[in-house]
């Protein structure tokens, strides 16, 4: 619950402060900090150990060329393709029958030729190895924010208790990357609605079969979604998404009824997966959640990521259109910091916003209703291309934002 604010044991005067070091917010404050911004970056869960291995079943993300790129241009991809599983391209089934075959590196213009399932953990590790390089960014863990207050010449206050201590942070902009149940978007009075999808979402992994080139296989049909793919370096994940009532028919039984609509969607791997599973535990089920704000920005606080618009794993655009949306408004904050042009936020949410709400109503639609009652399969495919490549009319924002990752630092601000 926000507090009112206390006087604080110290006060942080800081260009901006990024609440959330997650791989969005991470990738903001790294790209501003080489700018040569001063960067407070505050974060809840306590510091990890140095070289500390994540405990219990890691996220695992799957990321487009687009994004790729921009990693690339921060200097990170080398590193992050070390521990991650290449996806060469993509094979689309449609009621079981082959509709469309996809390869990265066929793809016109497109700037990495594969894509990557990383695990989130070692982006994150990535990230913050670079940011610790940084004299000009702290990051402040176990971190509790408590208020968000305007203040005069548009800067705001944050007041975070850490430990023992209160800290008041005194930002010209406020980065919200605080995830889904942003604390502080809500600080900031954005008004924002948390809605948990009513579609299903189940995945379980085996390992590689023989054979196996990497290539990801996406089935529409009457089962819903079916998606093959890697899972980083360590196993292929089946990813079953469906409605919810259509999920019970099975989740509700024995596990091989699993395995026997598994089997039916992917014959090939009938003999694979009855194999390999075996157990309801191996089975991960997840509960996704949409996020709706009414702005991404309010005076000097901007949102990014799950905080402005959290959506359902279908198509795996949360990271991808996350990091995007990062490195586009670390340029943007940029030049409103350097008072050259404080419009580029509202024109990135401008051309931003329509198409994630579309895509948001593709999950809707892949989850929401039986698939025998649902559109036609391939009105419920999103496009190879654009997952690839990112939605046509934000291209050139990212190449100016790629660009802009790569510039060389100008530590004359700090
Ligand atoms: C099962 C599953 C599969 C997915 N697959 C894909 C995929 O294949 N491709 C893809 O692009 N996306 C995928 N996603 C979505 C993707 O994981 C998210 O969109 C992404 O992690 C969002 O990153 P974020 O940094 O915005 O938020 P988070 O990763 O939630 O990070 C938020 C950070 O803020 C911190 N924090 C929270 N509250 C506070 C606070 N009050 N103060 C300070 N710090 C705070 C948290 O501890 C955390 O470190 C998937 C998601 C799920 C659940």
Redesign the pocket.
């Known amino acids: 619950m926000p507090d009112q604010p206390t006087a604080p044991d110290r006060t942080i005067a800081t260009d901006v402060c990024v ?8 990738l903001a404050a790294l790209a501003l900090g080489r700018q040569g911004w001063q960067i407070t970056l ?4 306590p510091q990890p150990p140095a070289g500390a291995e994540p405990k219990g079943p890691v ?6 060329p687009v ?1 790729l790129h921009l990693l690339d241009r921060l200097g990170l991809l080398d590193r992050l393709t070390e521990r991650a599983g290449v996806i060469p391209g993509a094979e689309i089934y449609f009621g079981g029958h082959l509709a469309a075959r996809h390869s990265y590196a066929e793809l016109d213009g497109c700037p990495v030729p594969h894509a990557l ?1 990383i695990r ?1 953990f070692d982006l ?1 590790r990535l990230l913050l190895a670079e940011l610790a390089d940084l004299p000009n960014a702290t990051v402040i863990w176990d ?3 408590r208020a968000l207050t305007p203040g005069t010449g548009g800067s705001s206050t944050l007041t975070v208790r850490t430990g023992e201590t209160t800290v008041a942070v005194q930002a010209r902009f406020v980065i919200a ?8 978007r809500e600080l900031a009075g954005i008004p924002a609605e948390v809605v948990p999808s009513s579609g299903s ?1 189940l ?1 379980v992994v085996v390992p590689n079969p023989p054979g196996w080139n990497g290539i990801a296989r996406a089935h529409f049909g009457t089962h819903g979604y079916l998606l093959e793919t890697r899972r980083a370096d360590e196993g292929l994940v089946l ?1 079953w998404i469906t409605d919810a009532a259509t999920a019970a028919q099975v989740t509700d039984g024995p596990i091989e009824g699993l395995v026997t609509m598994l089997s039916r969607v992917v014959p090939r791997l009938a003999d694979w997966i009855a194999r390999h599973v075996t157990d309801w535990e191996q089975v ?1 089920r ?1 509960q ?1 959640h949409f996020v709706h704000t009414k702005t991404w920005s309010q005076g000097n606080v901007v949102l ?4 402005a618009h ?2 359902h ?1 279908f198509g ?8 995007q949306d990062a490195a586009c408004l670390a340029e943007a904050v940029d030049s409103a910091l350097r008072g050259e042009d404080a419009s580029g936020i509202e024109s990135y949410e401008a051309v931003r916003r329509p198409f994630i709400e579309a895509f948001q109503s593709l999950q809707v639609t892949n989850t929401q209703q039986p698939p025998a009652a649902a559109a036609d399969e391939q009105e419920r495919a999103p496009e190879f291309e654009v997952l690839a490549l990112g939605q046509p009319a934000i291209r050139p924002l990212i190449a100016d934002a790629a660009a802009f990752l790569a510039a060389d630092t100008d530590q004359s601000r700090r």
């Open positions: 609440v959330g070091a997650g791989p969005v917010g991470l505050l974060e809840r869960r996220a695992v993300n799957i990321v487009q994004t399932s989130s994150v971190a509790d924010t990357a605080d995830g889904r149940d942003s604390t502080a979402y995945d990813v991960r997840v996704h990014v990521g799950d905080s959290g959506m794993a795996g655009q949360g990271l991808n259109t996350s990091l």
